[in-house]
């Protein structure tokens, strides 16, 4: 069974200091791995995600992060924090069912509060 | 633009009653998902179809039933067997693979009054 722990359920950061958001991850497959951003009272929105090739993956808003298969991780970054980066972050994984079905598992989320 | 779209955005129930969350999308997906959320409590899977006339239950299913008569719709009823109905529902669709991101909708506040 796959699952996703997220590190820290609220996490707080001075304006323009280091966003780091962790996730590690347990797959029996090699996995699809997804952040996706929450603004209150919205649903979610990707911001990258891995499934192939290079492992550092970009995203949008500044965010990139690194998949390190020894590690089973897949944390967040950007260096910079903005305060329009407050809202909540949920790592998930993804792997492929018979019929083409996604069986996709999320964290618990991260709350990202950035103090002026 | 294509899309999915929830509503209600916001939802009152009533002790006993029965509520429908309707969920569309634009975007000629398979999959469609019903998620719930709650604080601290990431999004718990209620209910998923691939196909048309099929879907099945996730997770947290109990209490809620859906149907999905047509590719674009898949409506979530929350029945009055639902002890703890008050969250935030979000609907999902997915393309066929493992590797494609899902595409939420804006989600439906349901409170039981």
């Known amino acids: 069974a796959q699952s996703v722990t997220q590190l820290g359920s609220h996490v707080s950061v001075s304006e323009g200091a280091l966003v780091l958001l962790r996730c590690n991850y347990s797959?029996?497959?090699?996995?699809?791995l997804f952040w996706y951003v929450q603004y209150p009272n919205q649903g979610l929105q990707l911001l990258l995600k891995?499934?192939?090739?290079?492992?550092l993956v970009k995203g949008i808003n500044g965010f990139e992060a690194e998949f390190k298969k020894s590690e089973t991780s897949f944390h967040l970054t950007k260096p910079s924090a903005h305060m329009s980066d407050a809202a909540e972050y949920f790592c998930?994984?993804?792997?492929?069912?018979?019929?083409?079905?996604?069986?996709?598992?999320f964290g618990i989320g991260t709350k990202l509060q950035v103090i002026p | 633009d294509g899309g999915i779209t929830q509503s209600p955005k916001y939802l009152f129930r009533k002790e006993g009653q029965n509520v429908t969350l309707s969920c569309e999308q634009n975007?000629?997906?398979?999959?469609m998902y019903w998620y719930r959320q709650d604080p601290g409590q990431g999004l718990r899977l209620i209910y998923y179809s691939q196909i048309v006339n099929d879907f099945q239950k996730g997770d947290i299913a109990e209490g809620y039933s859906v149907s999905r008569e047509k590719k674009e719709s898949f409506p979530l009823t929350v029945t009055s067997a639902q002890k703890n109905p008050t969250a935030f529902y979000l609907c999902?669709?997915?393309?066929?693979?493992?590797?494609?991101?899902?595409?939420f909708g804006q989600g439906t506040r349901l409170t039981v009054v």
């Open positions: 891995y499934t192939t090739g290079a492992t």
């Open positions: 999902a669709s997915t393309s066929r693979g493992g590797n494609t991101e899902a595409f």
């Open positions: 797959s029996s497959v090699p996995p699809y």
């Open positions: 998930a994984v993804s792997d492929l069912r018979t019929g083409g079905y996604q069986k996709v598992t």
């Open positions: 975007l000629n997906h398979d999959a």
